[in-house]
């Protein structure tokens, strides 16, 4: 049973979402930096969610973010991206 679909969203991985208070945030890279970014969801389920707001196709977020990761923290690219 298909429930919602759409050929056409910007999405990130769940494991990217986090709670701040009563809003969705994901750590957004911006200048080799994480920036912790305020999110507007849509639909989702375990492995995707909708962004309807706070990001643009192409942005790059932490999949991923471990405690060790907050505001400002220096992000480092593998040799082949």
């Known amino acids: ?3 919602w679909s759409s050929d056409d969203v910007l999405r990130v991985p769940t494991s990217a979402l986090f709670k701040e208070d009563e ?3 994901v750590f957004r890279v911006l200048d080799h930096q994480a ?4 999110i507007e969801l849509g639909h989702r389920n375990v492995h995707w969610a909708e962004v309807r707001g706070g990001l643009q196709t192409g ?3 932490i999949a991923h973010p471990s405690d060790q990761v ?3 923290t ?3 690219f593998s040799a082949n991206e």
């Open 1 to 3: 049973i298909v429930v």
């Open 23 to 25: 809003d969705w945030c």
């Open 35 to 38: 920036r912790r970014t305020r």
């Open 59 to 61: 942005d790059r977020v």
């Open 70 to 72: 907050s505001d400002g």
């Open 74 to 76: 220096v992000v480092r």
